[in-house]
């Protein structure tokens, strides 16, 4: 048996997947951010995300 743990505190991953496909959904959260978010992809390629990636991850 074996488990892995990331670095967030008693988040579910899932949970916060569907939260943000629902903000994507009502306009809140820009595609661009959602692919950054769970994507990884870079934030300045289309030069739309504004640094929201980092932003979420607490580096600002």
Request: avoid cysteine; charged fraction near 25%; hydrophobic fraction near 30%.
């Amino acid at each position: 048996m074996s488990a892995n743990f990331d670095d967030s505190i008693i988040t579910d991953t899932a949970v916060e997947k569907q939260q943000n496909m629902a903000e994507v959904a009502a306009g809140l959260m820009q595609p661009e951010e959602y692919r950054v978010e769970w994507y990884g992809e870079s934030e300045g390629v289309e030069g739309t995300t504004r640094g929201y990636h980092s932003y979420r991850k607490g580096s600002n």
